[in-house]
């Protein structure tokens, strides 16, 4: 098994940043890939970035590229999402996940899930 838990989630400005972080322990090295998904109130869950714990390959949905930035510190099992330039559009509760697979970009991909963090952006 392996748990996620997120942190760092608040209210923000439009033009504002936050930075949230996903610590996870247990099992990890079981999981070659590290996401962080969505949830809009009314709307699915979808994928923003991904990296891979080893080499830190990423992978951003377009509506995010240039303004998020996904890293992780490998020492302490730690994914990071820097989210800069904040829009209002970006409001929802943020999902930190675990896959056992590589690149993986679907929700069904993901094993494990954290509790999420909520992210307001005002106007």
């Known amino acids: 098994q392996v748990q996620l838990v997120e942190s760092g989630g608040g209210l923000v400005q439009a033009g504002g940043s936050l930075r949230l972080s996903c610590a996870a322990s247990g099992r990890t090295f079981t999981t070659y890939t590290m996401g962080w998904f969505r949830q809009a109130p009314g709307k699915e869950r979808e994928f923003v970035a991904h990296?891979?714990?080893?080499?830190?390959?990423?992978y951003y949905v377009d509506s995010v590229k240039g303004r998020f930035t996904i890293s992780r510190e490998n020492a302490k099992n730690t994914v990071y999402l820097q989210m800069n330039s904040l829009k209002p559009e970006d409001t929802a509760v943020y999902y930190c996940a675990a896959s056992n697979r590589e690149l993986a970009r679907a929700v069904s991909a993901y094993d494990y899930w954290g509790q999420g963090t909520q992210v307001t952006v005002s106007s």
């Open positions: 990296i891979r714990w080893s080499g830190g390959s990423t």
